[in-house]
Every structure is written in structure tokens, then in C-alpha cells.
Nanobody, 125 residues
């Protein structure tokens, strides 16, 4: 069964940057990961999980309005990894960030009903 491991979170001051990584394992070798449409989601305390950014197998990207122009999603299929470069971070970006396989045609709904442990991003001075 595929698993996703997120990393790269931490404590950063407003205006700072972080780069998150999400590496897939378990049945994704041999080019399987390359056909996955992937997305980053986040969940802040007391709020529902929300889409942050998505990337198709062909490299087409999609961003939530709140992060457009500040965040960049990318992928390295040779490493079975998707990245999220976060610049100009704001306090409201504080959340646990998760990745998952996604379905672009369904509003980037998650494909799997399981999640990794996520990575905590805290933006604070």
C-alpha cells in the first residue's frame, strides 16, 4: 500500500520561507508515481482540511487563492517526491500540511482515505 511521508516543516517568522517535501513509497516504483496527480492540503486548529496546491501527472498546477503567488508546487518523479516551496509566509499559513493523491476533475478531492503524519508549519514572530 502506498504511503506518504511529509517533511520540512518548522517554525518560521512572518515573511520567511520553507520547502516541504512529500515522498511516496510502497508500490510506486517503476514509474507508477509519475501517473499520480498529487496535492498538498493543510489543516489549521479548529478548521477543516483544505486544498493548498495540486499538480497533475503532466505538471499542470493549481493553487488556492490564499497562496497564489507565494507558494509553488513541483515534483520529481525520479524521487517519487512532490515539493511545496512556501515564500512570504503569513501567520494564517500556520497548519499541519499533508500530501495525498488527488483527483483534479473532482475539485482536487483526495484519492485515498488515509493520510501521512503531516508536517507542522508554524509562522510566528
Amino acid at each position: 500500500q502506498v504511503q506518504f511521508v511529509e517533511s520540512g516543516g518548522g517554525l518560521v517568522q512572518p515573511g520567511g520561507s520553507l520547502r516541504l517535501s512529500c515522498t511516496a513509497s510502497g508500490g510506486v516504483s517503476g514509474g507508477v508515481f509519475s501517473i499520480y496527480n498529487m496535492a498538498w492540503y493543510r489543516q489549521a486548529p479548529g478548521k477543516q482540511r483544505e486544498l493548498v496546491a495540486g499538480i497533475t501527472s503532466g505538471g499542470t498546477t493549481n493553487y488556492a487563492d490564499a497562496v497564489k503567488g507565494r507558494f509553488t508546487i513541483s515534483r520529481d518523479d525520479a524521487k517519487n517526491t512532490v515539493y511545496l516551496q512556501m515564500n512570504s509566509l503569513k501567520r494564517e499559513d500556520t497548519a499541519v500540511y499533508y500530501c495525498n493523491r488527488a483527483t483534479p476533475s473532482s475539485g482536487w478531492a483526495v484519492r485515498y482515505d488515509f493520510w501521512g503524519q503531516g508536517t507542522q508549519v508554524t509562522v510566528s514572530s
